[in-house]
């Protein structure tokens, strides 16, 4: 007896790859070959150990594709999850180098899986390609062996047989293979060795108990895991040894399948076990109770310890883990165990919308874009499965844009017409999109697309074409009007600047007359305008925008000088200046009203600043003669008696109609006698006259003689000269005045002047009498003058009358 409980005492130690160890090997030969047959069709392949450190590099993006690094950076080279909310790595763009941005534990993200990958799609831009890439993630010993209790309570019965075995908890480690529980140790005790068979750790009686003589056994059991540096747990077994408990539970069944659907509400019934024991009384009661569990699965479910209902405590999510595998323990009074696999499949609900990702957008597109320009890429997952993550992407509003399908689940978005900032300078565009479950889901993102300006639009004048008033005598710098012109286009392109065309005015360039602001258009005037010498004129504006190229558009601007009273009347007969002598003789038979001589005056100003009214201011005889108010006729009022002075002075006053009115003076010397002769002043004129008109003839006809052909040429410039100056004819010692006497430079408009044309008088003098007859052909005795009845003068100055009473009579005809 002693000696066999000394070799009980023996150490055990049982290594897991010693039993079961075939079967786990063809396992891993199998998933080492699956993967490597999947990276074989990849892109790109990367292994790693979980747990680096954030910003280890594990690969070259760059190097691997075969891309230069020059052009990389702006490609926008990323790695794209597929929806996932971790970004587990990240690309360094400046050297193409991957490079780990968040921790990376192998046992969250594959949990007991052989093969555990990250599946990401490497995305690059200008032009758009995908690379696939997978990351195998190598496991680390990380994690330590456990137990699910730290005291496993146990009573075995005193008649348990030799070999009698007693199933306990296995020990879990969130690590696999090597890395994961590889051997347990059991104390050195007397009445027990361990025995492990598949994944299951049992006790093997190998001696008989005696209640009397031992009533408590503890064991420690300790589990090793195959890392480096190894990494073990351990529990405490009490046995406590009992009567006849010899019947453990047995379960209906040794796996348990379920199907739950994901978001199913809370204390949902997900499954019953069920175990019987075939002892009675208290050694046949069954209560239940799940195994070892993980932390994220203890608060999920829940189990009735009586009915061993399986009731939803959680919520679950498809999406984050599709199944759980659970171990259900079944225990009677006096702790026998049995164990049974529950595993609880979770079906997918459509109950994730499309999520929408803005990857790309240009931040402005010009106008001038061509129909098909990528502008944007969009990228739309759905979480759901099936025909769940099916998804419709589309645009709905009438926009000139359209999305196009491209890699997987990528879009493009592309310019359908052409663009114009000027009708529309900015798009909302809202995208939609819907998957195929039932009921569908979708969801909408709105982009925000502008438009940039180009210059494609010319100023345009508000106006077709303008018109600027201004008097004469303005002053210089004032402006005339101003002119508008709008550009549709932004900034520079729609900032426009005013200038004048060179174009000639009068003989002068248009810069010597008119300015214009260049921010404004207001037209300003550079000199001061003589209505006088010219009334209008027409000058071109162009309006240039600041674009590139500019564009331009013109537009006509005319001005209009209008008159101002600035001109005072001008005497034309009798001349006002000049020492010649002019008198008009009066016959002294003359009855009352009739015509003796006229007041002829012009004003160069127009409209009423033109209309003349003729006044005699100072006579010799009051009461004797009187004056057209608007003709300018001189007649006598009365027959002329013996009393009459024979020299009569008038002195007469031309007014103007304008604001304030100009006026002009001269004076009129009338002789009242029927024969020059009876006037001693005149006769020596007269004589002197005719000698030198002898003369002058005498020495003409001797020219003419001798030099025939240059008297010819004579004549000819002797004409010319004398159409500029006043002709004069003298008969008898008299000169006599033409019909036609109006200074070449003055010209009736339209024959309303102030001075009719159709009127003359003749004044015929007898050489021999030495008397003279008026023959009053026609006569003009109307003193309203109509308003549009001027004369236009030009800048020539005329001859002056005979002001002196003393000099030679000049007689004639107007």
Known sequence: MASSITGLQKSQEIMIRNKGAPGLNRIFFLASFILMLHLVHGDLSYSIQEEMKRGSVFGNVAKDLGLDLRTFSSRKARIDFGGSRKRYCDINLATGEVIVSERIDRENICDKKPSCLIKADVVLENPLELHKMIIHIQDFNDNSPQFNDDLIEMEIRESAEKGSRFSIDEAHDADIGQNAVQRYILQKNDYFVLSIDSDKV????????????????????????????????????????????????????????????????????????????????????VTYQFGRQSNDDINIFSIDSKTGEINLRGEIDYEDRSSFEM?????????????????????????????????????????????????????????????????????????????????????????????DRELVS??????????????????????????????????????????????????????????????????????????????????????????????????????????????????????????????????????????????????????????????????KAAHGGSLVSKVIAVDADSGQNAWLSYHIVKSTEPGLFTIGLHSGEIRNQRDISESDSMKQNLIVAVKDNGQPSLSATCSMYLLISDNLAEVPELKDISYEDKNSKLTSYLIIALVCVSTFFLTFIIIILGVRFCRRRKPRMLFDGA????????????????????????????????????????????????????????????????????????????????
């Open 202 to 285: 049992e006790l093997v009686l190998e001696n008989k108990l005696d209640r009397e003589k031992q009533q408590d056994i503890e064991l420690i059991l300790t589990a090793y895991d195959g890392g480096s540096p190894q990494r073990s747990g351990t529990v405490v077994i009490h046995v406590t040894v009992l009567d006849a408990n010899d019947n453990a539970p047995v379960f209906s069944q040794d796996l348990y399948k379920a199907s739950l659907p994901e978001n199913s509400p809370l204390d949902t019934v997900v499954i019953r076990v069920s175990a019987t024991d075939a002892d009675e009384g208290v050694n046949g009661q």
């Open 327 to 419: 171990r259900v323990k079944a225990k009677d009074g006096l702790g026998l165990t049995s164990y049974a696999k529950v595993i609880i499949e979770v079906t997918d609900v459509n109950d994730n919308a499309p999520v929408i990702d803005l990857k790309s957008l240009s931040s402005s597109i010009p106008e001038n874009v061509s129909p098909g320009t990528e502008v944007g890429i969009i990228n739309v997952q759905d979480r759901d499965s099936d025909n769940n993550k099916q998804v419709r992407c589309f645009i709905q509003q009438s926009v000139p844009f359209k999305l196009v399908p491209s890699i997987k689940n990528y879009y493009s978005l592309v310019t359908t017409g052409q663009l």
């Open 426 to 587: 900015d798009y909302n565009i809202t995208i939609t999109a819907t998957d195929e479950g039932s009921p569908p889901l979708s969801s909408s993102k709105t982009v925000h697309l502008s438009v940039a300006d180009i210059n494609d639009n010319p100023p345009v004048f508000e106006e077709q074409s303008y018109s600027a008033y201004v008097t004469e005598n303005n002053k210089p710098g004032s402006s005339l009007c101003s002119v508008t012109a709008r550009d549709p286009d932004w900034r520079q392109n729609g900032t426009v600047v005013y200038s004048l065309l060179p174009a000639e005015v009068n003989g002068a360039q248009v810069s010597s007359y008119l300015s214009v602001n260049g921010d404004t258009g207001v037209i300003h005037a550079v000199r001061s305008f003589d209505y006088e010498q010219w009334r209008s004129f027409k000058v071109q504006v162009m309006a240039r925008d600041n674009g590139s190229p500019p564009l331009s558009s013109n537009v006509s601007v005319s001005v209009f000088i209008s008159d101002v009273n600035d001109n005072s009347p001008q005497i034309l007969y009798p001349t006002p200046e000049g020492n010649s002598f002019m008198t008009e003789l009066v016959p």
């Open 735 to 814: 000169v006599a005045i033409p019909s036609a006497y109006l200074p070449p430079n003055y010209a009736d408009v339209d024959g309303t002047g102030t001075l009719r044309s159709t009127y003359n008088y003749d004044a015929y003098l007898t050489t021999g009498s030495r008397t003279s007859d008026f023959k009053f052909v026609s006569s003009y005795n109307d003193n309203t003058l109509p308003a549009d009845q001027t004369l236009r003068k030009s800048p020539s100055d005329f001859a002056d009358p005979f002001d002196d009473l003393d000099a030679p009579v000049e007689v004639g005809h107007l």
